[in-house]
């Protein structure tokens, strides 16, 4: 496999999350969590075209989606909100149900139903208080808990399935999926992947390959997850097994999407908050986005029918 990534941007974002492909628009879409802002710039193959545009807000934006018609769904610590324009006014969905002072929305995106999906990361992380929600027609539901950092939401080509991964647990589940109803039920461990090793850090000598953090399918079923800490991502067969290993440029990867005309581009995002001085050293484009051309194309992005 050709592991020749282009970066896509040139300012870093702080902790790069939530990628989509924009078809009509030929986009990439994406937000900067602890920077507060939204961000896309048009993609011609491996190259940007134009300049990248920022959305500054008031308050961390955990994931996106696209609107049918054009807008975007943000689930924004305050609450899930809609907006009909980049830069537009933000309306209100659907209130946080958590404490805001210690949880926020994390990552999430469209079933294949057009329903919106969030999970909260509980910051503090000694208890697993983070919840996956969905939101509806009928306003929002819980639809499963007992996670730390709610991550890796994906569904399988044929959306019976469903992917959710707890980050801290290094843990990748999935279940079976009514479409109908968008309940899930039957969770099975996907992929567990070894702990990370006491008193570990950037440059220890003891191997480490990173924790699950967003993910996106293929369209033969494979589950690709970004491997926060781990320098690379993981292709993951329909039954959990790890098909290939694909190194990248920047000690933590945060979510892939596919993308491009054909959706044989693989982006991914990336992040630099709170790594240390001699990391960033070496990987001086950690929080750039890079691209990567794959022979298996991605699934088009699911979009909300508000």
Same mark, same amino acid.
């Given at each position: 496999m050709n592991t020749a990534w282009?970066?896509?941007?040139?300012?870093?974002?702080?902790?790069?999350?939530?990628p989509f492909w924009h078809p009509q628009e030929q986009r990439l879409y994406w937000?900067?969590?602890?920077? $507060?802002?939204?961000?896309?710039?048009?993609?011609?193959? *491996?190259? &940007? %075209? !134009?300049?990248? +545009?920022?959305?500054?807000?008031?308050?961390?934006?955990?994931?996106?989606?696209?609107?049918?018609?054009?807008?975007?769904?943000?689930?924004?610590?305050?609450?899930?909100?809609?907006?009909?324009?980049?830069?537009?006014?933000?309306?209100?969905?659907?209130?946080?149900?958590?404490?805001?002072?210690?949880?926020?929305?994390?990552?999430?995106?469209?079933?294949?139903?057009?329903?919106?999906?969030?999970?909260?990361?509980?910051?503090? $992380?000694?208890?697993?208080?983070?919840?996956?929600?969905? *939101?509806? &027609? %009928? !306003?929002?539901? +819980?639809?499963?808990?007992?996670?730390?950092?709610?991550?890796?939401?994906?569904?399988?080509?044929?959306?019976?399935?469903?992917?959710?991964?707890?980050?801290?647990?290094?843990?990748?589940r999935a279940f079976d999926f009514d479409p109908a109803s968008g309940q899930l039920s039957g969770g099975r461990v996907f992929h567990q992947m070894a702990p990370k090793p006491a008193g570990w850090v950037w440059g220890s000598a003891t191997p480490y390959g990173g924790r699950p953090d967003g993910a996106a399918v293929d369209a033969e079923g494979c589950y690709w997850s970004a491997q926060y800490e781990g320098q690379r991502l993981l292709r993951l067969s329909p039954a959990g097994e790890v098909l290939a290993e694909v190194p990248v440029p920047a000690m933590c990867p945060t979510m892939p999407c596919f993308g491009g005309p054909d959706l044989r581009t693989l982006l991914v995002t990336t992040a630099r908050h709170g790594r240390s001085a001699a990391e960033l050293a070496q990987y001086p484009?950690?929080?750039?986005?890079?691209?990567?051309?794959?022979?298996?194309?991605?699934?088009?992005?699911?979009?909300?029918p508000l």
């Open positions: 282009t970066r896509i941007t040139s300012e870093p974002d702080q902790l790069g999350e939530s937000v900067d969590i602890p920077g $507060k802002r939204l961000v896309r710039v048009a993609v011609d193959g *491996l190259q &940007a %075209q !134009g300049a990248v +545009e920022y959305w500054p807000l008031n308050e961390e934006v955990g994931c996106i989606a696209p609107v049918q018609g054009g807008g975007l769904v943000l689930a924004l610590r305050s609450g899930i909100h809609l907006a009909r324009a980049w830069g537009g006014p933000l309306h209100l969905l659907a209130a946080a149900p958590y404490d805001t002072g210690k949880q926020r929305f994390n990552d999430g995106k469209c079933d294949p139903q057009g329903r919106f999906w969030a999970g909260s990361l509980y910051e503090p $992380k000694d208890q697993a208080l983070g919840v996956l929600y969905m *939101l509806d &027609a %009928q !306003g929002l539901h +819980e639809r499963m808990d007992g996670v730390t950092t709610a991550n890796g939401l994906a569904w399988s080509p044929n959306g019976r399935t469903a992917y959710w991964a707890d980050t801290a647990a290094h843990q990748i484009d950690a929080g750039c986005v890079f691209a990567l051309r794959v022979e298996v194309p991605g699934l088009p992005v699911s979009t909300c």
